[in-house]
Each structure stands twice: as C-alpha cells, then as structure tokens.
C-alpha cells in the first residue's frame, strides 16, 4: 500500500517527517500509517504542476495522445478494480458491491474524458465587421482538487478526469479519512506514462494542506466536495488571489411520493435514496415527502424494508448497509437521532449504534415520521442513515416543501402523471432531479448544486468546459 505523498511522479514522505492514521471504521483496525503533508508539501507539489504545465508537456500533447494516455489509465484502473475497490471499503467502510461500483463508475469517467480530448473544439462566431472571430478552450492551469471521505475515489475522478483532458495539472488533497485510493490512482497514472507533474496527491488536513492550496497563488483553480461551511471558508481564502472555483457542497435532498405514484417502486426508491452508502451520499433523498392519503402506508412498507436493513461486514457479499466513516460521524447521526426524538419527532424504524462481530462505528437505518419543516432533521443534513418524512396535502404544497431549504442539490419525484412529473420536476430548485428512479448518475450527466449546494458542474461536458478558460481571437480580414 502507497502511504508517501505522490509529488512529480515519486514517493516522498512529508518535509516534516509527520504521519498521521487510517482506521478502518468497521473492524476499528488501524489500516495505515500515511505521509501528512502540510504547506511546504502543497509548495512542493504546486511547483511539480505548475512546472508540468508551463513545459506544456501535457497540455502541449496532441489532444489524441492525451486522450490515449487518459484511456491507458482508465484500463490500468479498471484491471486493478478489485485491489481498489478493497482499499476503498477498508478505509471507508461501505460495503465491497458498492466500492466496485465506484471504481467502475470512475473507470468510465476517466473513458468519457478521455473520448471528449479530440472533439472538445472551439468555435467561430458571426461578429459584425470584416473579421474571422474563433473562440478557443484553454486549459486554466493548476487545479487544487479537494475531496470528501464519502466517495473517494469517485469523486476525486469527478474533478482529475475532466481537468487532465482540458490539459490542466492537479493536485489532489484526498480527505483525511480516506486518501489511500487516491495514492494508488498516483502510482496508476504514472504507469500509464503521465508526465511526472500531472497528476500530484498530497494527504494532509484541511486546515493545513487544504488550507495552503486554496491560497497558493500558482494555484488556478479549486475544485472542491465538500460540507457548505467548508466552502464558504473556500471561498473567502480563494478570494486573495481571484481563484476559480467549483464547490460542490451539502444537500437535503427531498423525495416526493404522490398518490399516483407505483407505491411499492417509489418504496424501494425511497430505501436505496437515503441508505444507499450510509447515507452518507450529498445526494441523498433524506426528506421523504409523502401524499398525506399514502403515507401510512409508505411508512409502514419502508418500515418493515428497513427492519431487513441490517450493518454487516462490508466484505460479506449481502451486506447493504456498511459502517458510518468514522466515530465522530457516529457520534454526529446519533446526537441528530437524539434531537428529533427531543423535538417530536416518531421513530418507527431503527435509532441506535451498532457493532459487528463486537466491533465498528454503524448506525442502524432509521426513520423518523411526523416530522415538521422546522425541525432540525429537516432542515440540516445529517450525512447519515437517517430519514426524516413529511405529509403533504397537494401538489402545490409538495413543492413549497420541497423548496424549503437553503440546499438544492438533488430532488426525486414518483408520480405516474406526466404532466405532474415534468411540472415538479421543473419547479424544484436543484441541481438533478430523478423522475420515478433515484441515484442515477453518468459521466454525461453533470451534477451540482443551485442555492447553498454550491456551484459549477462535475461531470458531462459542462465540467470540461470548467477547467477552461474561453479565449476570443479576432483576425482582421
Ligand atoms: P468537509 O469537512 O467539508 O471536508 C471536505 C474536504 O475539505 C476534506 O478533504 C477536508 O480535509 C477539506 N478541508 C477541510 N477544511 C478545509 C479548509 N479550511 N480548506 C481547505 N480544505 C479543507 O466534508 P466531509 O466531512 O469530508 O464530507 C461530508 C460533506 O461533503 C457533506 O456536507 C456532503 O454533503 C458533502 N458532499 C457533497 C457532495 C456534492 O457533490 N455536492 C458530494 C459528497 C459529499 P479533512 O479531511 O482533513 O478535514
Ligand atoms: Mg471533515
């Protein structure tokens, strides 16, 4: 296992010569021993990209070549999927059929980036006057991506994978939690012939090495997954030096059931919505919305779903629910569960901690119903297996509800009228919104958030254009 910062293609432990732990969350094992960088390591690793760029050794490539190098990651990664997909749950702790799905899904974001180098071109425009006008896509520069626990691996290819085609150089700072997969796509990207500064990962924290790439001023831009608060810090320490940014922040993301809807799929959809990865998922639809005429029954069935719902060992092949990341977020869920029972909420399903095989930091699935728009559990984001459902009387309200919030990520409707389903679909404040599915994500697709969710788009071509700068170019005729 890779445990030293990755700077210009080698190994190098952190100039202070600190390291700091990895536990795994379910067995509590510690899992490893890494490099903890701090300022003069994102010094260290700023110069490596920014000297990757100026030489123009990447983004001077021709864009086919990129593109080929790009597709050589995406293979190595893929033929590694098994040795990463276990990393990741070691250090995560979801369960093994998820993180497969990760690597996967980044497998094919490293394929759709790599397909867009040779067709990514620029336009001409009708200018008035005796001109040829062209726009061109340039690459920004720099790019300090910093990422959460929660999907490591993923996420982290939602940013390095569109920035390496636009021609960028990155530095990744993976969260502390969790930055073993993303050294390993170091020592991947090295094999597959990345020119030594390219691609950089630099573990460390947040308050230091976070900290001292946001203000770097040979720093282009950031792209940063994360909680709201961090972002909002982001975004005053980027401010010093005009920094581009990309933050893609918390949710809490309602998901609407209407009485027309095909109750038992919208069942299953509310289920995966909110205990998929823990909950610990932006998007997760962890305000269930429900028709007042069907929600008894709602309730009831994603009960007895839930009761089925049990923490296991993330490597046994029908675990769906695996260990929340760390105790402090386990103690975090569990002072959330604890205000909504104080503010009135009712627990049907779930509510406390639990161990496997006498160990780990899980949190049973669970579900408060009656709750009220004020409560604390409808309102913050919880980051956790929890669900909180609310009655609604119509349409109309359903939406005000929905929109009742200072987070637009993500939203899931379950109606089989169509005009109902395109009307909420359009009146819904967020980034994504799921029509009779839930979860769905592409590398075509982009994602983000409106409103304190952030702003800018991962993924799709909208993300590639983020790692760019438009230049006009006017020829006089
Ligand atoms: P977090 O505390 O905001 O941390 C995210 C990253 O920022 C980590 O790498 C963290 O380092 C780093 N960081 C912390 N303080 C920093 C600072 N002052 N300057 C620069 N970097 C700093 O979030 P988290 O607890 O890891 O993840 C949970 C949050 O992520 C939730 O709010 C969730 O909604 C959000 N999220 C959003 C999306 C999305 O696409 N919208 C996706 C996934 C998660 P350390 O690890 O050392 O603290
Ligand atoms: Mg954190």
């Known amino acids: 296992m890779r445990t030293d910062l990755f700077i210009g293609n080698e190994w190098a432990p952190a100039a202070s010569g600190r390291r700091f732990d990895v536990q795994n969350p379910a067995t509590e094992e510690l899992l490893a021993s890494v490099a903890e960088g701090d300022a003069a390591d994102i010094d260290r690793a700023v110069a490596a990209a920014r000297a990757c760029f100026e030489s123009a050794e990447w983004r001077g490539l021709s864009a ?37 799905i990760d690597v996967s899904s980044t497998v094919e974001t490293l394929r759709y980036y790599a397909g867009w180098c040779d067709k990514f071109g620029g336009e001409t425009v009708p200018v008035d006057g005796n001109f040829l006008t062209y726009i061109r896509h340039e690459p920004i520069g720099v790019i300090g991506a910093i990422v959460p626990w929660n999907f490591p691996l993923n996420i982290a290819g939602w940013k390095f994978a569109p920035a390496l085609a636009a021609g960028c150089t990155v530095v990744l700072k993976p969260a502390s939690e969790t930055p073993l997969t993303a050294l390993l796509m170091g020592e991947i990207f090295a094999e597959a012939g990345l020119p030594a500064g390219a691609f950089n990962v630099v573990p460390g924290h947040g308050s230091t090495a976070g900290s001292a790439l946001v203000r770097h001023p040979d720093v282009d831009k950031i792209s940063f997954t994360g909680s709201t608060s961090v972002g909002q810090r982001i975004m005053q320490d980027a401010a010093g030096t005009v920094k581009r940014l990309t933050l893609e922040l918390g949710g809490k993301s309602p998901n609407i059931i209407f009485d027309d809807a095909d109750i038992a799929a919208a069942v299953r959809g509310a289920q995966t919505g909110i205990f998929y990865g823990k909950g610990e998922v932006c998007a997760a639809g962890s305000r269930l919305l429900v028709d007042r005429k069907v929600k008894d029954q709602v309730v009831e069935q994603l009960a007895a779903r839930c009761r089925k719902l049990l923490p296991g060992d993330p490597f046994d092949k029908t675990t769906r629910l695996g260990a929340v990341v760390s105790k402090k977020q386990q103690e975090s869920v569990l ?46 984001e919880i980051f956790g297996p929890v669900l909180a459902v609310l009655a609604f009387d119509d349409e109309e309200e359903a939406v005000a509800l929905a929109n009742q919030s200072m987070y637009g990520l993500a939203a899931g409707v379950w109606s089989r009228d169509i005009g109902r389903a395109h009307r909420v679909a359009h009146a819904i404040r967020a980034g994504t919104v799921w029509v009779n599915t839930y979860n769905m994500y592409d590398p075509a697709a982009p994602f983000g958030g409106y409103k304190q969710s952030g702003f800018g788009r991962d993924l799709g071509r909208t993300a590639l254009e983020g790692y760019t700068e438009t230049k006009s170019v006017w020829i006089a005729l």
Not at 94 to 99: C, I, R, T, V
Not at 336 to 345: D, L, P, Q
Request: aromatic share 8%; no cysteine; charged share 25%.
């Open 64 to 100: 086919r070549k990129r593109g080929a190098l790009l597709f050589k990651a995406a293979d190595l990664l893929a033929s590694r999927l098994p040795e990463m997909a276990e990393l990741e749950t070691r250090q995560n702790g979801k369960p093994l059929f998820e993180s497969k």
């Open 335 to 380: 002072e959330y569960i604890g205000t909504a029972s104080n503010e009135g909420a009712t627990l049907v399903a779930g509510g406390k901690a639990a161990t496997v095989n006498g160990k780990g930091f899980f949190v049973e699935a669970t579900i408060f119903d009656d709750v009220a728009p004020t409560m604390t559990i409808a309102r913050e």
